[in-house]
């Protein structure tokens, strides 16, 4: 039998987690350069809400965390073809070869218009995960791997002395795919027409140009090689090729399971403080162990020589 | 991605007459060599001279057609094609074209082609008129009607322009029309913005296409701003029901 023997409610485990969740924050942005074009993202991001459900067969449930995007920028670049008129050949009677008329172009380059829409606003995702608690000693005279993993996730400050330790340990977890809604397609569709229209000269040069072009639409589709559904594209794109859902799924999983414990119990504990002249009275924690039943969370340790 | 400077090039876009004699932006001229021989080559830009060349037309010679661009010939010093320490030289085979075209900027240029042995031997001043067999071009980009004159006989062409459309428009379009001492062939074209029109002289000829009606740009409804309600006669009967 154990010699101590701790209970924690599930009100407050929720507390607790509530407390480390709030601190969990991610900020990341990057620009890849497909060539005829330019996508990226720079964004933030936060937890809110969520529910703790600890559950008699040792495991614990964290349900509908929501992850607040405080920036979710797109960032589109276009690098638009060059427009120009003439060219063509005309063919000539022999010994006269076929003349091949020069393209005259309308910008000096080709033009770059670009956009970054934030959509924080308009895109919601959930996080949910089942894992079971964890307790792991931490040695203060064993150094830190290099590189630390935790360096960026530690929000729970170093101990200055051993600790056991309880963790999350996250072991199966659902992420929401990012899915933008349609009013997005819209929204980058006008945003760049109106960036390559700006570009252009109103008037007969428009038209002239928009002819060249063969529309502002049909342009922005043909450069950025998207099917019909521009929203469905972006989504792609942050779930796949920006590999944004693997790096949150990974995050969330090292800031609970690996960096931040949700409470930690020194070793050796002190019951006394010093007072009167004499030294605290501290007490060896050994064999700890944690376990979760249906309304509480149960430490049980033993106390060492 | 870096964002460039890019700059429009407005001289496409500027309305003024275009003459075989000053080529300016949207005007091409191709000079045909139907001999061989070496031949020197200058470029005139406000009469003073900006580019020198040789040209060496053999039998020997590969390339059919070179365009120079003669707003950048300042930089053929750069160019790979040329001696640096002879200068810059071309060189093309008989019955190639050598057409001269201007890329972009307000100014108007004048080419004149003399033959080395004999400086004497004119083969083309274009400031005074094209050679027969030559060819001038003209790129159109306004919508309207255009005139073509022949200022060395007087003969005169009608060109309409057509507005472009987005769809199926390839700008790479040309259409000839010859032209003698007497009379343009066909006298009526009809092209599309962007499209060009090719003079083939069979007499010297000094051209110029100037815009005689430029097309209407078709008014885009005016948004309503104001609704007014107007009241019948009499004071409004409402009746309750």
């Not at chain 1, 067969?57 to 960032?75: A, G, H, M, S």
């Not at chain 1, 008329?101 to 000096?108: A, E, G, N």
């Amino acid at each position: 039998m154990a010699h101590l023997t701790l209970a924690v409610s599930e009100g407050t485990f929720q507390r607790s987690f509530d407390l480390l969740k709030r601190n969990l924050t991610f900020q990341d942005s990057d620009l890849q350069d497909y060539g005829a074009f330019t996508l990226g993202y720079d964004v933030k991001m936060h937890l809110e809400g969520g529910s703790v459900d600890l559950r008699d067969d040792n495991t614990i449930q964290i349900k509908e965390l929501d992850i607040r995007w405080d920036r979710l920028k797109v960032i589109i670049g276009l690098d638009i073809p060059r427009i120009c008129v003439g060219g063509g050949c005309i063919n000539m009677p022999w010994p006269i070869p076929d003349i091949c008329l020069p393209r005259i172009c309308v910008f000096s380059a080709d033009p770059d218009v670009s956009i970054s829409p934030d959509f924080a606003s308009l895109v919601a995702q959930e996080i949910s995960f089942t894992g079971s608690l964890v307790a792991r000693y931490f040695d203060v005279s064993v150094p830190l791997p290099s590189p630390d993993p935790c360096q960026l996730l530690r929000v729970v400050p170093l101990p200055g002395n051993n600790q056991w330790q309880i963790f999350v340990d996250p072991q199966t977890m659902d992420l929401d795919l990012f899915d933008f809604p349609d009013i997005v397609g819209d929204l980058i569709e006008d945003a760049l027409t109106s960036a390559v229209t700006a570009l252009i000269p109103g008037g007969w040069v428009r038209d002239l140009i928009l002819a060249i072009i063969g529309g502002v639409a049909d342009l922005i589709r043909t450069i950025l090689d998207i099917p019909d559904d521009i929203e469905e594209w972006l989504s792609d794109l942050f779930n796949v090729s920006f590999g944004l859902l693997d790096f949150i799924g990974t995050l969330v999983l090292d800031f609970f399971a690996s960096c931040n414990p949700i409470y930690a119990i020194d070793d050796p504990f002190e019951i006394l403080p010093a007072a009167g002249g004499l030294i605290p009275v501290r007490i060896p924690i050994r064999n700890l162990s944690v376990r979760a039943h249906d309304l509480e969370m149960v430490v049980q340790a033993d106390v060492g020589a | 991605m870096q964002k460039k400077k890019v700059l429009l090039n407005r001289a496409m876009f500027s309305i003024r007459p275009y003459d075989s004699s000053a080529l300016t932006v949207l005007t091409t001229l191709f000079h045909h060599f139907s001999e061989a021989g070496n031949y020197e080559l200058f470029v005139r830009r406000g009469g003073t001279v900006i580019h020198r060349a040789a040209i060496q037309v053999s039998e020997k010679g590969a390339q059919q057609q070179l365009n120079l661009d003669l707003a950048s010939l300042r930089d053929a010093e750069q160019r790979e094609c040329c001696d640096k320490e002879a200068g810059t030289r071309y060189t093309l085979a008989v019955n190639s074209i050598l057409g001269f075209y201007v890329s972009q900027g307000t100014g108007a240029y004048s080419v004149a082609l003399a033959r080395a042995e004999h400086k004497e031997r004119q083969a083309l001043d274009s400031a005074a008129h094209i050679p027969a067999g030559d060819l001038f071009a003209v790129t159109l980009v306004r919508p309207g009607t255009y005139r073509a004159v022949n200022e060395e006989g007087g003969a005169e062409a009608m060109i309409r322009v057509r507005p472009a459309s987005p769809k199926d428009y390839r700008p790479d379009q040309a259409e000839l029309v010859t032209c003698d001492a007497q009379a343009f062939k066909p006298k009526r074209v009809d092209i599309t913005s962007g499209h060009s029109v090719v003079f083939r002289c069979e007499a010297p000829a000094r051209l110029r296409v100037e815009l005689v009606e430029p097309a209407e740009s078709a008014p885009k409804p005016r948004k309503e701003m104001r609704h007014t309600l107007r009241r019948s006669s009499g004071p409004a009967s409402r009746k309750a029901t």
